[in-house]
């Protein structure tokens, strides 16, 4: 049980039974730092109808940087997305310890990210039914204990309240997904980022 489910069945707290995040607005700060040492990132790829997220956080989990788009919606080709991507990795560089690249079915876009030499940070992730949750489950735990701060971002924000987990019934175990017909690239790239700092700190 989580503690925003704790709190709505014993504290009487108006929050969603299912929700997973607490303490998101306590979360939100005004400022954006701009002192830090190390930075880490989490790239959450959609190179069809989703959006592209990408995700800086420093060694203390404040979330210093989004970049949100949609590769037909933004008018790119694959060059200019390719670009933007370095471009994000690239603005951190001098204090970049590592970047995760989300590459469920884009390993060719990794590969071709990767042949420029600069990116050699760039390490492939794969989100999968035992990763994600593991990953979800560590953003959960940031956000319980007030570790994490996040920018007043509203499609960050409106995310992570639809954010929600269902139990399987063939297997019993939880599933982290967005509500349906809602947008979690924000989220999965936040928890892939935070996942990163803590792996790359920790390992």
Known sequence: MTKSQFDQEYLCKPVSSD???SNIEE?????????????????DIG???DYTVLTAVTQ?????????FNLKEDGLDSSAFKQRIKDFYLHFDSHLSAAYFEVNNNNLLF??????????KLIPFTTSGQSKPEIVRNLIKLFEENIITIPNDTN?????YDFKSKRNPITGNLQFSNTEGKNDDMVMSLSIACWCCKEEQEG
Do not use: S
């Open 19 to 21: 929700a997973l995040f």
């Open 27 to 43: 979360a939100v700060r005004p400022h954006t730092p701009t002192k830090y040492e190390r930075v880490y990132i989490g790239m």
């Open 47 to 49: 190179v069809a109808q």
């Open 60 to 68: 203390d989990y404040e979330v210093i940087a989004i970049d949100r």
């Open 111 to 120: 590969d071709e990210i990767t042949d420029d030499e600069r990116m050699y």
């Open 156 to 160: 960050l924000v409106r995310e992570l």
